[in-house]
Protein backbone atom coordinates (compact mmCIF):
# COMPACT_ATOMS: atom_id res chain seq x y z
CA UNK A 1 0.00 0.00 0.00
CA UNK A 2 1.65 3.08 -0.91
CA UNK A 3 1.46 6.01 1.97
CA UNK A 4 3.01 8.66 0.46
CA UNK A 5 0.23 11.35 -0.48
CA UNK A 6 -0.12 11.13 3.37
CA UNK A 7 1.31 14.28 4.23
CA UNK A 8 1.24 15.10 8.00
CA UNK A 9 1.02 18.74 9.13
CA UNK A 10 4.63 20.02 9.98
CA UNK A 11 3.84 23.95 9.20
CA UNK A 12 1.33 24.26 12.09
CA UNK A 13 4.28 23.57 14.53
CA UNK A 14 6.04 26.86 12.82
CA UNK A 15 3.66 29.04 14.00
CA UNK A 16 2.56 27.26 17.45
CA UNK A 17 6.83 27.84 17.98
CA UNK A 18 6.52 31.48 17.26
CA UNK A 19 3.51 32.58 19.12
CA UNK A 20 5.03 30.62 22.23
CA UNK A 21 7.06 32.95 23.81
CA UNK A 22 4.69 33.03 26.75
CA UNK A 23 5.66 29.42 26.95
CA UNK A 24 4.50 27.47 29.99
CA UNK A 25 2.97 24.16 30.92
CA UNK A 26 5.00 21.85 28.69
CA UNK A 27 4.98 18.56 29.85
CA UNK A 28 6.83 18.33 33.32
CA UNK A 29 6.61 22.80 33.12
CA UNK A 30 5.59 24.55 35.82
CA UNK A 31 2.73 26.58 35.30
CA UNK A 32 3.20 30.06 36.35
CA UNK A 33 1.09 29.91 39.71
CA UNK A 34 2.97 26.88 40.72
CA UNK A 35 6.58 28.61 39.91
CA UNK A 36 5.82 31.17 41.79
CA UNK A 37 4.38 29.18 45.13
CA UNK A 38 8.43 27.82 44.94
CA UNK A 39 10.23 30.23 44.34
CA UNK A 40 13.31 28.60 45.19
CA UNK A 41 12.71 26.35 41.75
CA UNK A 42 12.70 29.67 40.20
CA UNK A 43 16.52 30.46 38.08
CA UNK A 44 16.16 33.92 39.65
CA UNK A 45 17.15 35.33 36.19
CA UNK A 46 14.85 38.10 33.63
CA UNK A 47 11.78 39.43 34.38
CA UNK A 48 7.94 38.89 33.04
CA UNK A 49 7.69 40.24 29.72
CA UNK A 50 4.98 43.03 29.21
CA UNK A 51 1.83 42.82 27.31
CA UNK A 52 3.47 45.41 25.00
CA UNK A 53 6.60 42.81 24.50
CA UNK A 54 4.83 39.61 24.20
CA UNK A 55 2.08 41.67 21.29
CA UNK A 56 5.57 42.27 19.14
CA UNK A 57 6.31 38.56 19.28
CA UNK A 58 2.59 37.02 19.11
CA UNK A 59 1.95 37.66 15.95
CA UNK A 60 1.16 33.68 14.61
CA UNK A 61 -1.74 33.32 12.49
CA UNK A 62 -4.20 30.24 11.85
CA UNK A 63 -5.61 29.09 8.95
CA UNK A 64 -9.06 30.52 10.24
CA UNK A 65 -7.62 33.56 9.90
CA UNK A 66 -7.08 34.21 13.63
CA UNK A 67 -4.47 36.61 14.60
CA UNK A 68 -4.24 38.03 11.01
CA UNK A 69 -3.80 41.91 11.87
CA UNK A 70 -5.41 44.55 10.11
CA UNK A 71 -4.40 45.66 6.61
CA UNK A 72 -4.10 44.99 2.50
CA UNK A 73 -2.49 44.80 -0.19
CA UNK A 74 -2.43 43.74 -3.94
CA UNK A 75 -0.93 41.90 -6.52
CA UNK A 76 0.08 44.61 -8.48
CA UNK A 77 1.58 46.49 -5.54
CA UNK A 78 2.91 43.16 -4.22
CA UNK A 79 5.05 42.52 -7.30
CA UNK A 80 7.10 46.03 -6.76
CA UNK A 81 7.65 45.21 -3.73
CA UNK A 82 8.75 41.53 -4.72
CA UNK A 83 11.14 43.02 -7.25
CA UNK A 84 12.33 45.31 -5.03
CA UNK A 85 12.96 42.69 -1.95
CA UNK A 86 12.88 39.43 -2.67
CA UNK A 87 13.51 39.15 -5.95
CA UNK A 88 17.25 38.94 -5.67
CA UNK A 89 16.78 35.56 -4.09
CA UNK A 90 13.56 34.22 -5.38
CA UNK A 91 13.52 34.96 -8.88
CA UNK A 92 11.53 38.03 -10.54
CA UNK A 93 9.00 34.88 -11.11
CA UNK A 94 9.80 32.68 -8.02
CA UNK A 95 11.35 30.63 -9.89
CA UNK A 96 14.52 30.85 -7.44
CA UNK A 97 17.81 32.27 -8.36
CA UNK A 98 20.61 30.15 -8.19
CA UNK A 99 20.31 28.28 -5.18
CA UNK A 100 17.77 30.22 -3.42
CA UNK A 101 14.72 28.72 -2.86
CA UNK A 102 12.09 28.25 -5.54
CA UNK A 103 8.44 29.51 -4.28
CA UNK A 104 6.10 29.12 -7.43
CA UNK A 105 5.58 25.95 -9.65
CA UNK A 106 5.82 22.37 -8.96
CA UNK A 107 2.50 21.49 -9.26
CA UNK A 108 1.41 17.67 -9.52
CA UNK A 109 5.10 16.87 -9.25
CA UNK A 110 4.68 15.91 -5.04
CA UNK A 111 4.31 12.09 -6.19
CA UNK A 112 6.86 12.22 -8.92
CA UNK A 113 10.49 11.54 -8.24
CA UNK A 114 11.51 14.81 -8.03
CA UNK A 115 9.18 16.34 -5.95
CA UNK A 116 9.43 20.48 -6.19
CA UNK A 117 7.82 21.57 -3.08
CA UNK A 118 6.66 25.23 -3.24
CA UNK A 119 3.69 27.42 -1.76
CA UNK A 120 1.60 26.26 -4.78
CA UNK A 121 2.59 22.64 -5.04
CA UNK A 122 2.78 22.31 -1.55
CA UNK A 123 1.56 24.41 1.59
CA UNK A 124 -2.23 23.56 3.03
CA UNK A 125 -3.27 27.54 4.05
CA UNK A 126 -2.72 30.99 2.87
CA UNK A 127 -2.41 31.63 6.68
CA UNK A 128 1.32 29.77 6.68
CA UNK A 129 2.23 31.91 3.83
CA UNK A 130 1.38 34.91 5.53
CA UNK A 131 2.53 34.33 8.98
CA UNK A 132 6.15 32.62 8.01
CA UNK A 133 6.76 35.45 5.61
CA UNK A 134 5.95 38.32 8.11
CA UNK A 135 7.81 36.38 10.46
CA UNK A 136 11.14 35.44 8.63
CA UNK A 137 11.33 37.63 4.96
CA UNK A 138 13.44 38.75 3.65
CA UNK A 139 16.14 36.85 4.71
CA UNK A 140 18.07 39.11 6.90
CA UNK A 141 15.82 41.52 7.51
CA UNK A 142 12.74 39.94 8.88
CA UNK A 143 9.49 41.95 9.87
CA UNK A 144 11.23 45.29 8.72
CA UNK A 145 8.16 45.71 6.10
CA UNK A 146 5.05 46.74 7.30
CA UNK A 147 1.89 45.00 7.41
CA UNK A 148 0.01 46.20 4.51
CA UNK A 149 3.12 45.63 2.02
CA UNK A 150 2.78 41.75 3.59
CA UNK A 151 -0.63 41.57 2.01
CA UNK A 152 0.82 42.88 -1.18
CA UNK A 153 3.45 40.74 -0.99
CA UNK A 154 1.78 37.41 -0.10
CA UNK A 155 -0.52 38.30 -2.97
CA UNK A 156 1.99 38.35 -5.56
CA UNK A 157 3.27 35.04 -4.34
CA UNK A 158 -0.70 33.35 -4.69
CA UNK A 159 -0.55 35.06 -7.81
CA UNK A 160 2.62 33.46 -9.23
CA UNK A 161 1.15 30.11 -7.63
CA UNK A 162 -2.21 31.05 -9.85
CA UNK A 163 -3.71 30.53 -6.98
CA UNK A 164 -4.92 34.18 -7.33
CA UNK A 165 -5.30 35.06 -11.08
CA UNK A 166 -6.18 38.72 -10.86
CA UNK A 167 -3.48 41.68 -10.75
CA UNK A 168 -6.03 43.96 -9.23
CA UNK A 169 -6.90 41.63 -5.92
CA UNK A 170 -6.87 43.09 -3.06
CA UNK A 171 -5.62 40.64 0.11
CA UNK A 172 -6.46 41.39 3.37
CA UNK A 173 -7.27 40.48 7.16
CA UNK A 174 -11.12 39.80 5.85
CA UNK A 175 -10.38 37.66 3.07
CA UNK A 176 -7.30 35.65 3.41
CA UNK A 177 -8.59 32.61 5.22
CA UNK A 178 -11.26 32.25 2.87
CA UNK A 179 -8.06 31.13 0.04
CA UNK A 180 -8.15 28.08 -0.84
CA UNK A 181 -4.68 25.88 -1.13
CA UNK A 182 -4.42 23.68 -4.29
CA UNK A 183 -2.70 21.12 -1.75
CA UNK A 184 -4.82 21.64 1.12
CA UNK A 185 -5.94 17.88 0.83
CA UNK A 186 -2.82 16.44 0.54
CA UNK A 187 -2.61 16.83 4.46
CA UNK A 188 -3.99 14.70 7.12
CA UNK A 189 -4.59 14.99 10.81
CA UNK A 190 -1.77 12.88 12.57
CA UNK A 191 -4.23 10.32 13.28
CA UNK A 192 -2.07 7.27 14.17
CA UNK A 193 -3.50 7.03 17.55
CA UNK A 194 -6.59 5.66 16.17
CA UNK A 195 -5.60 4.21 12.69
CA UNK A 196 -2.87 2.60 14.10
CA UNK A 197 -3.55 1.28 17.52
CA UNK A 198 -4.26 -2.22 16.45
CA UNK A 199 -0.89 -2.45 16.10
CA UNK A 200 -0.04 -0.95 19.30
CA UNK A 201 0.18 -3.71 21.70
CA UNK A 202 2.96 -5.36 23.99
CA UNK A 203 4.06 -8.29 21.82
CA UNK A 204 4.53 -7.80 18.94
CA UNK A 205 2.80 -10.03 15.95
CA UNK A 206 5.28 -12.55 14.64
CA UNK A 207 2.98 -14.38 12.73
CA UNK A 208 3.83 -14.93 8.77
CA UNK A 209 6.92 -13.75 8.50
CA UNK A 210 8.72 -13.80 5.46
CA UNK A 211 11.65 -15.08 6.83
CA UNK A 212 12.97 -16.74 10.23
CA UNK A 213 13.34 -13.72 12.73
CA UNK A 214 14.73 -13.31 15.71
CA UNK A 215 14.18 -10.80 18.16
CA UNK A 216 17.28 -9.11 19.28
CA UNK A 217 16.12 -5.76 21.53
CA UNK A 218 13.32 -3.99 21.99
CA UNK A 219 12.14 -0.23 21.40
CA UNK A 220 9.60 0.91 23.68
CA UNK A 221 7.57 3.83 22.59
CA UNK A 222 9.27 6.46 24.81
CA UNK A 223 12.55 4.57 25.78
CA UNK A 224 14.41 3.59 22.25
CA UNK A 225 17.75 4.18 24.00
CA UNK A 226 19.81 1.07 23.51
CA UNK A 227 20.58 -0.07 26.83
CA UNK A 228 23.97 -2.61 27.60
CA UNK A 229 23.53 -5.56 29.73
CA UNK A 230 23.30 -3.86 32.86
CA UNK A 231 20.52 -2.24 31.86
CA UNK A 232 22.02 1.32 31.49
CA UNK A 233 21.19 3.34 28.73
CA UNK A 234 24.76 2.94 26.18
CA UNK A 235 27.45 5.53 26.84
CA UNK A 236 26.25 6.11 30.41
CA UNK A 237 29.00 4.66 33.24
C1 LIG B 1 18.81 37.07 0.86
C2 LIG B 1 17.96 36.10 0.18
C3 LIG B 1 16.45 36.18 0.42
C4 LIG B 1 15.62 37.25 0.27
C5 LIG B 1 15.97 38.66 -0.14
C6 LIG B 1 14.28 36.76 0.56
N1 LIG B 1 14.32 35.44 0.85
FE1 LIG B 1 12.72 34.23 1.16
N2 LIG B 1 13.96 32.71 1.61
C7 LIG B 1 15.34 32.77 1.62
C8 LIG B 1 15.86 31.56 2.22
C9 LIG B 1 17.33 31.22 2.44
C10 LIG B 1 14.76 30.77 2.57
C11 LIG B 1 14.76 29.44 3.29
C12 LIG B 1 14.87 29.73 4.75
C13 LIG B 1 14.84 28.49 5.58
O1 LIG B 1 14.44 27.44 5.12
O2 LIG B 1 15.20 28.62 6.75
C14 LIG B 1 13.58 31.51 2.15
C15 LIG B 1 12.30 31.03 2.26
C16 LIG B 1 11.18 31.69 1.81
C17 LIG B 1 9.86 31.13 1.74
C18 LIG B 1 9.52 29.70 2.11
C19 LIG B 1 9.87 28.78 0.96
C20 LIG B 1 9.49 27.34 1.25
O3 LIG B 1 8.75 26.74 0.47
O4 LIG B 1 9.94 26.81 2.28
C21 LIG B 1 9.03 32.10 1.30
C22 LIG B 1 7.54 31.97 1.05
C23 LIG B 1 9.84 33.28 1.09
N3 LIG B 1 11.14 33.01 1.41
C24 LIG B 1 9.35 34.51 0.67
C25 LIG B 1 10.13 35.65 0.57
C26 LIG B 1 9.60 36.97 0.33
C27 LIG B 1 8.14 37.29 0.11
C28 LIG B 1 10.66 37.82 0.31
C29 LIG B 1 10.65 39.31 0.15
C30 LIG B 1 9.94 40.05 1.18
C31 LIG B 1 11.85 37.03 0.53
N4 LIG B 1 11.49 35.72 0.71
C32 LIG B 1 13.14 37.54 0.52
C33 LIG B 1 16.10 33.79 1.10
C34 LIG B 1 15.63 35.04 0.81
Same mark, same amino acid.
Given at each position: *? ?8 ? $? ?8 ? !????? +? ?33 ? !? ?20 ? %? ?6 ? +? ?11 ? $? ?31 ? %???? =? ?14 ? !? ?15 ? =??? $???? *? ?6 ? %? ?14 ? @? %??? @????? #? ?8 ? !? ?6 ? #? ?5
Amino acid at each position: *MSRSPKLIIA $AVALAALAGS !VAFAG +GPGEKTESQAEAKPAQRFNIGRAPSADEIRGWDID !VRPDGQGLPVGKGTVAQGEKLF %MDNCASCH +GEFGEGAGRWPVL $AGGKGSLTSDNPVKTVGSYWPYASTLFDYVRHA %MPFG =SPQSLKVDEYYALVAY !VLYLNDVITDQNFELSN =SNL $ATIK *MPNEGGFI %MDDRATSEKAFWQKEP @C %MKN @CIAPV #KITGRATAVD !VTPEDKDG #KPRGVE
